[in-house]
């Protein structure tokens, strides 16, 4: 309940759908993929279509998942995952109470927390953005327990694709092929400007020199406004975000599935894909009376559950808990170690001489300056991600076919989205 915080419900500005993300009417999600998930749903509901699915796993458990994966039924797993995989770098998620980064942007002033993120806002007053770009800048945090546990599915060929909500890049740091990441939400890694006249494109060192500095981002040849290509609310999403994926297992983490579209691709994989939770608390349930009529959502406890599994706690101690399960744990353990030592290693030159931030220090260094700003924008919704297209050639997961690369074109927006 924050009704009684400064922000009041931030999540309702005057007109705003709730929780829903970037402009998709010409998607296939806002036209005929969408259709064709509600065909899907009603054959289903109707039993109309003789595509009863049959449980795939022997236990609705990890240990259930865990045999699964070590079967030869277990080729592509794709990951879903959002700002709670991050947290344990030192990395805030957005809606926990008290540390989330939606209940500490009082600082900035903002007529809301969204419109921190909100691109109308960004264009008038983009200030606090990159004030709060320079706390959570990429290359001062480490990949996390989690991250290297996709890494390690990555390298024994299981993963098909991760689809990260997440800005921070450290999918990236912590060596995911490109080819198998989906940034949702866009990267820190390229910036262009926004003027359509111009759409000059910079390096993420240009980027940072300019934040790092205390500077708003001009662009050289026309002086707009430069903005790094992370999706705001209100832009639209990368185009992979909503290709179909022939996926045997897909693992969900950190994320509280409360944004649109990306909430919705948990129910766009193949109806007998096992689906595993990894979370601090259940999510992604449907509500009852949709429930009801056979409409989407995870289903952990009702006597029609037949592939969903809820593991609760911190996303890494569930990674640990499932690479024990896989016989797996020693090896994620040593690579964690190894890739840690090798980032302390290079220092700050790993990302241009900035300074490192430990592993779990979650102090925030210098102040960000206080700047009154207006109502003006409204926040529309969050960021989401997708499930991209069938990939993979079967050994060889660093090449899916159909491996178009994943840009957010003049998509950006925001990242650990909408956890």
Not at 156 to 161: A, I, P
Not at 308 to 315: I, Y
Request: glycine residues 12%; charged residues 25%.
């Amino acid at each position: 309940d924050t009704s009684g915080t400064p922000w009041g419900h931030f999540g309702d500005p005057p007109g705003t759908p709730r929780e829903s993300f970037g402009d998709t009417s010409g998607t296939p999600w806002g036209r005929s993929g969408g259709l064709e998930l509600l065909r899907a749903l009603l054959s289903r509901t109707l039993g109309l279509g003789g595509d009863r699915a049959e449980p795939v796993l022997d236990e609705l458990s990890l240990a259930g998942v865990g045999r699964f994966i070590k079967s030869d039924r277990c080729k592509n797993i794709v990951c879903m995952v959002g700002a709670g995989i991050s947290t344990s770098a030192g990395i805030p998620d957005f809606r926990s109470p008290g540390t989330g980064l939606y209940s500490n942007l009082q600082s900035y002033n903002l007529p809301y927390p969204e419109a921190i993120f909100e691109i109308g806002f960004f264009k008038k007053h983009p200030e606090p953005f990159f004030a709060l770009a320079r706390e959570l800048y990429p290359g001062q945090f480490k990949p996390t327990v989690c991250h290297y546990f996709m890494r390690l599915l990555q390298d024994k060929g299981l993963l098909l694709r991760c689809y990260t909500q997440n800005i921070d890049t450290l999918e990236r740091v912590a060596g995911l092929d490109p080819e198998l990441l989906v940034e949702a939400h866009g990267t820190f890694f390229t910036s262009h400007c926004l003027r359509a006249s111009c759409r000059q494109s910079y390096s993420l060192a240009w980027m940072r020199e300019r934040i790092f500095s205390s500077l708003v981002p001009k662009c050289e040849k026309c002086q707009g406004l430069v903005k790094p290509d992370i999706v705001f609310f209100g832009e639209n999403l990368p185009s992979r975000f909503f290709a179909l994926l022939e996926s045997t297992l897909l693992i969900i983490m950190g994320t509280s599935l409360q944004v649109q579209p990306f909430a919705s691709l948990i129910s766009r994989v193949p109806t007998n894909t096992p689906r595993l939770l990894i979370n601090k608390e259940k999510t992604g349930q449907s509500d009852p009376l949709m429930s009801l009529m056979g409409f989407g959502g995870m289903d952990f406890d009702s006597d029609k559950a037949y592939r969903d599994v809820a593991w609760l706690g911190d996303c890494d101690s569930g990674c640990l808990a499932l690479a024990e399960l896989l016989g797996w744990k020693e090896e994620l353990e040593e690579l964690v170690q190894r890739e840690h030592a090798a980032i302390d290693a290079k220092g700050g030159d790993r990302d241009g001489g900035i300074p490192q931030k430990p592993q779990g220090d979650e102090d925030k260094d210098g102040g960000s300056p206080k700047k009154s700003l207006g109502d003006e924008g409204k926040a529309q919704s969050e960021p989401k991600k997708g499930l991209g297209s069938k990939a993979k050639a079967e050994k060889d997961p660093k090449k899916p076919q159909g491996g178009d690369k994943d840009k957010a074109e003049n998509d950006p927006e925001k990242s650990r989205g909408g956890q």
